[in-house]
């Protein structure tokens, strides 16, 4: 079975910094695509950003344009999202997502994905 597990999430100031890991098991994560969504309490699961199977490729959400990078380490099987600029309104639990995508395209809703990590907690206080 394929695997994912998120870490570095946590408490953070406004306009601090916190890098996500999404770390893979049980796949070729190489071959997949991922991405990271986010999910604030009583709010829909909204896409984040997402990468290629081979990182040429990456996709924002307009929010965070220009202030988190979405990267992957195919030989350490893991995904990053770097974010910077941090507002209260980034505080939401953030999942990491991967699944095969014989196109290539990355897709931007929950439905397209087919492996979730456990979520990781982002508090970015006011």
């Known amino acids: 079975q394929v695997q994912l597990v998120e870490s570095g999430g946590g408490l953070v100031q406004p306009g601090g910094s916190l890098r996500l890991s999404c770390a893979a098991s049980g796949g070729t994560f190489s071959h997949f695509v991922a991405s990271w969504f986010r999910q604030a309490p009583g709010n829909v699961r909204e896409f984040v950003a997402g990468?290629?199977?081979?990182?040429?490729?990456?996709y924002y959400v307009e929010p965070v344009a220009g202030r988190f990078t979405i990267s992957r380490d195919n030989a350490k099987s893991t995904a990053y999202l770097q974010m910077n600029s941090l507002t209260p309104e980034d505080t939401a639990v953030y999942y990491c997502?991967?699944?095969?995508?014989?196109?290539?395209?990355?897709?931007?809703?929950?439905?397209?994905?087919?492996?979730w990590g456990q979520g990781t907690q982002v508090t970015v206080s006011s």
């Open positions: 990468i290629s199977s081979t990182g040429d490729s990456t």
């Open positions: 997502a991967a699944d095969l995508q014989e196109s290539g395209t990355v897709p931007r809703i929950p439905a397209g994905y087919r492996y």
